[in-house]
């Protein structure tokens, strides 16, 4: 088989990929609903809230969610 022929393979597979999940998600062709628990600002403001607020048994406070927040820091040597 040639470059272009696997290229073309993987290009139509990753669109009739996006195609089903988008129709099948996003369109909830089986029905159901999105929870009120993704939809809801409130909801996801008490929740963040509340892991913020955690007790944690050892070392000092951290965010609970570094990745969304993007605050985190990456060290580049080893403490000892």
Same mark, same amino acid.
């Given at each position: 088989?040639? &470059? $272009?022929? #696997? /290229?073309? $393979?993987?290009? &139509?597979?990753?669109? /009739? $990929?996006? *195609?089903?999940? =988008?129709? *099948? ?7 159901? =609903? =999105? !929870?009120?628990? #993704? =939809? %809801? ?11 913020? &607020?955690? !007790?944690?048994?050892?070392? !000092?406070?951290?965010?609970? %969610?570094? *990745?969304?927040?993007? %605050?985190?820091? /990456?060290?580049?040597? /080893?403490?000892?």
């Amino acid at each position: 088989m040639s &470059a $272009a022929k #696997i /290229v073309g $393979a993987l290009v &139509a597979s990753g669109v /009739v $990929a996006y *195609i089903c999940d =988008t129709t *099948i998600s996003d369109g909830k062709i089986f029905g159901g =609903t =999105t !929870p009120s628990t #993704i =939809t %809801n600002k409130e909801w996801q403001e008490e929740t963040d809230k509340r892991l913020q &607020a955690w !007790p944690r048994t050892a070392g !000092p406070p951290v965010v609970m %969610n570094p *990745i969304s927040r993007q %605050n985190f820091i /990456v060290k580049s040597h /080893v403490e000892e």
